[in-house]
C-alpha cells in the first residue's frame, strides 16, 4: 500500500512533495485541536481541584491525623487486594475468552462471542444484589473480588477480541514456520500485539474498583468509596471524607504511571501491501470439552445467576411491582440521560485522543491523565464538586440537567477515550498523508479517512458510556433536577430498604435497557476487526 501511494504521491508533483514525509495536518489545525484538549483537561480538574483545596484549608497538622491512622491502613489494604487479585483476574478470562472464541476451533464460537460480552449489561449493584439474594451471608474480600471480576472481565475481553480479530495472522504462521509451538506463537507473538487493549482494558477494571460503591456497599465490603459516603451520608464529615479521596487520587496517579509505561510507543496499524490473510483457528482436540464447560460455568455464574434471581424477584413480587407511573418516568429519563451524555462525551474526547495517537508527547499524555484521574474519583466526591462550585459561582445552574450532563462526562471520559484511542492507533497516519499530499484539504481528509476508520471505536466508546450512565448512582443522587428518577436511583432506594421485589422490576429495565447497547458494542467491535 504504502509503494503504491508513493507512486500516486509523485506524479502530484510538487503538492506531493510538500506532503511526502511529513505528519498529517489535524482537520482544525493542531493549535485548535490542543486548545479544546486543554480546555477538556482544565475543566476535568474540577473535582480534583475541588478535593485539594478542601484538603489545603484542612490544614496540614489535621490532614496528616486523618490520613495516618489505622482506618486508612485497613481501607489501602483492602482496596490494593481488591486490585491485585481482580485486576490479573480480568485479564486472564478476557484474554483467555478472546483467545478461544477468535484463535481456535471452538464450536459455537459466535455465540460464545457475544455470550461473554453480556455480563456488561448486568449493572455490578444488581450483581451483588442477585448474589446477595443467593447467599444472604456473602461478604469480605473474596466475595467483593467474585462480583467485581464476574462484573468487568468484559472491559478486558470486548477490546481484545476486535485487537484478535484485526492482526494480520500472517505474523503467527511466520512464526509457526519457523517453529515455534502453539503457546510459544501466543506468548512471544499474539500477546505483545494485544498490550494496548489489555492495557486500557485493564485500567478501566481498575478504576471501576476504585470508584464502585454501590456493588461493595451491598456486601459490607469496605474500601475508600464506601468510606467516603458514609462519611458524608452519617456524619457530613467533609474534612474526613476529603482525605479518604486524597489517597484515592495517588492510588490512581499510581495506576496511570503503569498503564502509560506498559503501553509503550509501538505501532500496531497494518500499512503493507496485499490482502490480509484469514486466521487459522487451532484445534482444541482434547481441550474441546473442557473449553466448553469453562465459558458455560463463566456465563452462567456472570449473567445466568443475576438474571434468575431478578426474574425469581419479579415472580414473587407479582403484577403489584409494575407499577407504571413509577417506572415508566424512570425508563423514559434514564434513556434521555444516557443518549445526550454518551453523544457529548465522546465529542469532548476525540480532540484527547487524537493528540494522543497522532502526536505523543509528554504533554498530551498529561492531558489524557487528567481524564483519568477525575473518574477515579467516587462519584459522590464529583457530584459534592459541582454542588460547591455551581451554588458558589454559577447558582442558576444548580441542579439542572448540564450540571449533571458535565458530571457524566467527567466520570465516564476515559470509556471514550480508550476506545477512540485505540480505532485512531489502528488508522494509519499514512492513509491520512496519502490523501493530503493528493491535494485533500485536512478536513476533507479527517472525514473520508481518520473519521470513517475510527468511527466503529467512537460508536464502541459510545455504547460504553451509555451503559455506565445508565448504572450511575451517587452523582445522579446529588446532581439531579428535583423530580428526576432513574432506574439506577430508583432500585437503590428499594434495595436500600430491603425491598427486593419491589427493586427487581427496575433491575429488570436496566439489564433490558442495556442488553441491546452491549450487542451493539460487540457488533462495532467486529466491525473493528475487520469482520
Given at each position: 500500500?504504502?509503494?503504491?501511494?508513493?507512486?500516486?504521491?509523485t506524479?502530484?508533483?510538487?503538492?506531493?512533495?510538500?506532503g511526502?514525509?511529513?505528519?498529517?495536518?489535524?482537520?482544525?489545525?493542531?493549535?485548535?485541536?490542543?486548545?479544546?484538549?486543554?480546555?477538556?483537561?482544565?475543566?476535568?480538574?474540577?473535582?480534583?481541584?475541588?478535593?485539594?483545596?478542601?484538603?489545603?484549608?484542612?490544614?496540614?497538622?489535621?490532614?496528616?491525623?486523618?490520613?495516618?491512622?489505622?482506618?486508612?491502613?485497613?481501607?489501602?489494604?483492602?482496596?490494593?487486594?481488591l486490585?491485585?487479585?481482580?485486576?490479573?483476574?480480568?485479564?486472564?478470562?478476557?484474554?483467555?475468552?478472546?483467545?478461544?472464541?477468535?484463535?481456535?476451533?471452538?464450536?459455537?464460537?459466535?455465540?460464545?462471542?457475544v455470550?461473554?460480552a453480556?455480563?456488561?449489561?448486568?449493572?455490578?449493584?444488581?450483581?451483588?444484589?442477585?448474589?446477595?439474594?443467593?447467599?444472604?451471608?456473602?461478604?469480605?474480600?473474596?466475595?467483593?473480588?467474585?462480583i467485581?471480576?464476574?462484573?468487568?472481565?468484559p472491559?478486558?475481553?470486548?477490546?481484545?477480541?476486535?485487537?484478535?480479530?484485526?492482526?494480520?495472522?500472517?505474523?503467527?504462521?511466520?512464526?509457526?514456520?519457523?517453529?515455534?509451538?502453539?503457546?510459544?506463537?501466543?506468548f512471544?507473538?499474539?500477546?505483545?500485539?494485544?498490550?494496548?487493549?489489555?492495557?486500557?482494558g485493564?485500567?478501566?477494571?481498575?478504576?471501576?474498583?476504585?470508584?464502585?460503591?454501590?456493588?461493595?456497599?451491598?456486601?459490607?465490603?469496605?474500601?475508600?468509596?464506601?468510606?467516603i459516603?458514609?462519611?458524608?451520608?452519617?456524619?457530613?464529615?467533609?474534612?474526613?471524607?476529603?482525605?479518604?479521596?486524597?489517597?484515592?487520587?495517588f492510588?490512581c496517579?499510581?495506576?496511570?504511571?503503569?498503564?502509560?509505561?506498559?503501553?509503550?510507543?509501538?505501532r500496531?496499524?497494518?500499512?503493507?501491501?496485499?490482502?490480509?490473510?484469514?486466521?487459522?483457528?487451532?484445534?482444541?482436540?482434547?481441550?474441546?470439552?473442557?473449553?466448553?464447560?469453562?465459558?458455560?460455568?463463566?456465563?452462567?455464574?456472570?449473567?445466568?445467576?443475576?438474571?434468575?434471581?431478578?426474574?425469581?424477584?419479579?415472580v414473587?413480587?407479582?403484577?403489584?411491582?409494575?407499577a407504571?407511573?413509577?417506572?415508566?418516568?424512570?425508563?423514559?429519563?434514564?434513556?434521555?440521560?444516557?443518549?445526550?451524555?454518551?453523544?457529548v462525551?465522546?465529542?469532548?474526547?476525540?480532540?484527547?485522543?487524537?493528540?494522543?495517537?497522532?502526536?505523543?508527547?509528554?504533554?498530551?499524555?498529561?492531558?489524557?491523565?487528567?481524564n483519568?484521574?477525575?473518574?477515579?474519583?467516587?462519584?459522590?466526591?464529583?457530584?459534592?464538586?459541582?454542588?460547591?462550585?455551581?451554588?458558589?459561582?454559577?447558582?442558576?445552574?444548580?441542579?439542572?440537567?448540564?450540571?449533571?450532563?458535565?458530571?457524566?462526562?467527567?466520570?465516564?471520559?476515559?470509556?471514550?477515550?480508550?476506545n477512540?484511542?485505540?480505532?485512531?492507533?489502528?488508522?494509519?497516519?499514512?492513509?491520512?498523508?496519502?490523501?493530503?499530499?493528493?491535494?485533500?484539504?485536512?478536513?476533507?481528509?479527517?472525514?473520508?479517512?481518520?473519521?470513517?476508520?475510527?468511527?466503529?471505536?467512537?460508536?464502541?466508546?459510545?455504547?460504553?458510556?451509555?451503559?455506565?450512565?445508565?448504572?450511575e448512582?451517587?452523582?445522579?443522587l446529588?446532581?439531579?433536577p428535583?423530580?428526576?428518577?432513574?432506574?439506577?436511583?430508583?432500585?437503590?432506594?428499594?434495595?436500600?430498604?430491603?425491598?427486593?421485589?419491589?427493586?427487581?422490576?427496575y433491575?429488570?429495565?436496566?439489564?433490558?435497557?442495556?442488553?441491546?447497547?452491549?450487542?451493539?458494542?460487540?457488533?462495532?467491535?467486529?466491525?473493528?476487526?475487520?469482520?
Amino acid at each position: 500500500m504504502s509503494t503504491d501511494l508513493s507512486a500516486s504521491g509523485t506524479q502530484a508533483g510538487s503538492t506531493t512533495t510538500a506532503g511526502k514525509g511529513k505528519r498529517p495536518r489535524p482537520p482544525f489545525g493542531v493549535s485548535t485541536v490542543s486548545v479544546l484538549a486543554i480546555l477538556t483537561a482544565l475543566f476535568s480538574l474540577l473535582p480534583l481541584g475541588y478535593v485539594v483545596y478542601m484538603t489545603a484549608a484542612t490544614g496540614w497538622d489535621t490532614a496528616v491525623e486523618l490520613i495516618f491512622r489505622p482506618r486508612v491502613a485497613e481501607l489501602l489494604l483492602n482496596t490494593i487486594l481488591l486490585m491485585v487479585i481482580t485486576v490479573p483476574a480480568c485479564l486472564v478470562l478476557g484474554v483467555g475468552g478472546a483467545w478461544l472464541v477468535e484463535r481456535t476451533k471452538l464450536r459455537g464460537h459466535r455465540w460464545w462471542a457475544v455470550a461473554l460480552a453480556a455480563p456488561l449489561a448486568i449493572p455490578a449493584f444488581v450483581n451483588s444484589y442477585s448474589w446477595v439474594s443467593a447467599v444472604p451471608s456473602l461478604a469480605g474480600i473474596w466475595s467483593g473480588v467474585l462480583i467485581a471480576t464476574l462484573s468487568y472481565f468484559p472491559l478486558v475481553y470486548i477490546p481484545a477480541a476486535a485487537t484478535l480479530g484485526r492482526l494480520d495472522p500472517a505474523i503467527e504462521q511466520s512464526a509457526a514456520s519457523l517453529g515455534l509451538g502453539p503457546w510459544a506463537v501466543f506468548f512471544r507473538v499474539v500477546l505483545p500485539q494485544l498490550r494496548i487493549a489489555m492495557s486500557g482494558g485493564a485500567l478501566l477494571v481498575a478504576l471501576h474498583l476504585l470508584a464502585e460503591y454501590g456493588a461493595f456497599a451491598m456486601i459490607r465490603f469496605d474500601t475508600f468509596t464506601t468510606a467516603i459516603m458514609v462519611q458524608f451520608q452519617s456524619t457530613f464529615n467533609g474534612t474526613a471524607g476529603n482525605m479518604l479521596a486524597s489517597v484515592l487520587v495517588f492510588l490512581c496517579l499510581i495506576l496511570l504511571v503503569v498503564e502509560v509505561r506498559s503501553r509503550g510507543t509501538a505501532r500496531y496499524a497494518r500499512i503493507g501491501s496485499g490482502a490480509q490473510a484469514k486466521a487459522t483457528r487451532m484445534p482444541l482436540g482434547l481441550y474441546q470439552v473442557p473449553a466448553q464447560l469453562a465459558l458455560l460455568a463463566l456465563t452462567v455464574l456472570a449473567f445466568g445467576v443475576p438474571v434468575w434471581f431478578v426474574l425469581r424477584w419479579i415472580v414473587a413480587g407479582g403484577l403489584d411491582v409494575w407499577a407504571a407511573d413509577e417506572f415508566i418516568p424512570a425508563l423514559l429519563q434514564t434513556l434521555m440521560y444516557g443518549a445526550v451524555g454518551a453523544l457529548v462525551t465522546t465529542i469532548v474526547a476525540f480532540p484527547m485522543a487524537y493528540l494522543a495517537v497522532r502526536r505523543p508527547s509528554w504533554f498530551s499524555k498529561m492531558l489524557e491523565l487528567s481524564n483519568y484521574i477525575t473518574s477515579s474519583l467516587p462519584g459522590i466526591v464529583v457530584g459534592l464538586a459541582f454542588v460547591t462550585v455551581s451554588i458558589r459561582v454559577l447558582p442558576g445552574v444548580y441542579q439542572t440537567a448540564g450540571v449533571l450532563i458535565a458530571a457524566y462526562v467527567l466520570l465516564f471520559l476515559p470509556r471514550a477515550l480508550v476506545n477512540l484511542r485505540a480505532g485512531l492507533a489502528q488508522a494509519p497516519k499514512e492513509l491520512d498523508e496519502a490523501a493530503q499530499s493528493l491535494g485533500k484539504a485536512p478536513l476533507v481528509s479527517f472525514f473520508r479517512v481518520t473519521l470513517r476508520l475510527s468511527a466503529p471505536a467512537a460508536a464502541g466508546g459510545a455504547a460504553l458510556v451509555f451503559l455506565a450512565i445508565v448504572n450511575e448512582l451517587t452523582a445522579t443522587l446529588l446532581l439531579s433536577p428535583n423530580g428526576t428518577r432513574t432506574l439506577a436511583t430508583e432500585f437503590w432506594s428499594k434495595s436500600s430498604e430491603i425491598d427486593y421485589t419491589g427493586a427487581a422490576p427496575y433491575a429488570l429495565l436496566m439489564i433490558l435497557l442495556s442488553a441491546p447497547m452491549t450487542y451493539l458494542l460487540f457488533q462495532q467491535s467486529k466491525k473493528v476487526a475487520g469482520q
